[in-house]
């Protein structure tokens, strides 16, 4: 794998071989990536994984013309080959007026913050191991767990390099460290499964493997015996496990594709109140150790923190370069790529913020509802908002936990849901996207 400063010195000699073969413009991204992981199950060493890989992608432009290629041979002949091919396939290629790099009047410059995302600790195997074994023995522990689908470690580094003709060079390289554990409670009919992982950039900042085991454990034993639940309308709450979800489903509708397509159920409502007054959604890649911390986004602009929502209110489009030409607007920095083909806009480290009671409090005058553990399927209509999804978790009844429920459908439309959403305050940091325990009233739940 090669260093950022090396991977630059790849990149410009890509970009060099595109000019001479006749390339108006170019961009080159560079990425790097090895990872070792330990699955061990009943005490048992079960795999271990090595996987390293690296990849430059090259993209060019002739006039309005572009076309993208991609190579693992990193040698400048195969990278000078591969620019060739690519402004080869781009003279073929149908005109589109919105392409082009991002405005060179825009793009980041350095030194670019330190974000503190790479760790120089580099756990051994016997470590992982180790690691991976102590997570799953602690789960195997609480009472009623009768079978383990195993435990698990990892440890990685990415390297990711980005040059443009325009001038933009910048790197980075940063680690990631899990650790993880399933299990099985119960027998016979009545068994039920469940998990439990961490992961974060630091290892000094990883969860201990005990406390990951015995959230496992406790999480697979408290599903037994779920309840019948008639159908009905109900208030619905989801835990922080799954209630990040519903931000994800904002992102991908405020992203500059789906609205210049208007293919989104938010298209018409830039500027307006999304989520009750005093809730917050941000962006935030200049998070320290954040899981997807960057300095500059995939097309070499400036990356900032950013309140989607502000106090309710839907405040801008996701936007990378070709979607903000389509609206006639300037990109946000939120563009994201791989070496494969151009770049998309998404988030980085993307929070719920603003909720102001606890969770207990938010279902006390619930007569009856459900807490959300988990959620199947991927039934939400991007189109119209339209949301049904398979789901399990624990009946509420006046106030209180009253047992598991299983195999239940939820369903509402995602602008009714937003409007009506309440906020816990027991928000935490634990993943690239994060949000508290909420509350969406007059759901409907469909039972047994």
Request: net charge negative.
């Given at each position: ?392 978790g624990f009946l509420i009844v006046n106030g209180e936990i009253a047992g598991p429920v299983a195999e239940i459908t939820i369903a509402g439309n995602l602008l009714a849901m937003f409007a009506q959403l309440t906020a816990a305050n027991d928000l935490a940091f634990r993943h690239a996207s994060n949000a508290p325990t909420l509350r969406i009233d007059g759901m409907m739940v469909a039972g047994s």
């Amino acid at each position: 794998m090669l260093s950022p400063s090396d991977a630059l010195d790849r990149l410009d000699a890509a970009l060099a071989a595109a000019a001479r073969a006749g390339a108006d413009a170019a961009d080159a991204l560079y990425v790097g990536d090895g990872s070792t992981s330990i699955s061990v199950r009943l005490g048992q060493l079960e795999d271990v994984g090595r996987s390293e890989g690296e990849e430059v992608g090259i993209r060019v432009f002739v006039g309005q013309r572009s076309a993208s290629v991609s190579s693992s041979d990193l040698s400048p002949q195969a990278l000078a080959e591969a620019a060739e091919r690519a402004v080869m396939m781009a003279r073929l290629a149908p005109e589109d007026r919105f392409a082009g790099l991002a405005p060179a009047e825009r793009l980041a410059s350095g030194p670019f913050p330190d974000l503190d995302i790479d760790d120089p600790a580099e756990p051994t195997a016997t470590e992982l191991k180790a690691r991976a074994l102590a997570a799953e023995d602690a789960a195997r522990a609480v009472a009623g767990i009768t079978n383990s689908e195993g435990g698990g470690a990892s440890a990685g580094v990415v390297v990711m390099a980005l040059a443009t003709s325009t001038g933009f060079r910048g790197g980075k390289r940063s680690t990631s460290h899990g650790t993880s554990a399933s299990v099985v409670a119960g027998s016979g009919a009545d068994m039920q499964r469940d998990y439990a992982w961490a992961s974060a950039r630091h290892l000094a900042d990883l969860e201990s493997p005990d406390a990951i085991g015995t959230r496992a454990g406790q999480r697979a034993v408290s599903r037994l015996n779920p309840i019948k639940l008639a159908s009905g309308a109900m208030p619905v709450l989801f835990d922080p496990r799954v209630s990040s979800s519903l931000l994800g489903h904002l992102a991908g509708a405020i992203t500059g594709s789906a609205i210049a397509r208007g293919t989104s159920f938010l298209k018409d409502r830039l500027g307006q109140r999304i989520l009750p007054a005093g809730l917050h959604i941000i962006d935030d890649p200049l998070r320290p150790r954040g899981l997807r911390s960057r300095a500059f986004d995939g097309e070499g602009l400036a990356t900032h923190r950013t309140a989607i929502i502000d106090d309710g209110v839907l405040t801008t489009w996701l936007l990378d370069a070709a979607s903000a030409r389509q609206l006639g607007l300037a990109p946000t920095g939120h563009a994201s790529r791989g070496t494969s083909g151009p770049p998309g806009a998404g988030t980085s480290n993307l929070h719920l913020d603003g909720g102001t009671i606890s969770p207990a409090e938010l279902m006390a005058d619930i007569k009856q509802g459900v807490l959300i553990t988990e959620l199947i399927g991927m039934g939400v209509n991007g189109l119209t908002g339209d949301y049904s999804r398979g789901a399990s978790g624990f009946l509420i009844v006046n106030g209180e936990i009253a047992g598991p429920v299983a195999e239940i459908t939820i369903a509402g439309n995602l602008l009714a849901m937003f409007a009506q959403l309440t906020a816990a305050n027991d928000l935490a940091f634990r993943h690239a996207s994060n949000a508290p325990t909420l509350r969406i009233d007059g759901m409907m739940v469909a039972g047994s």
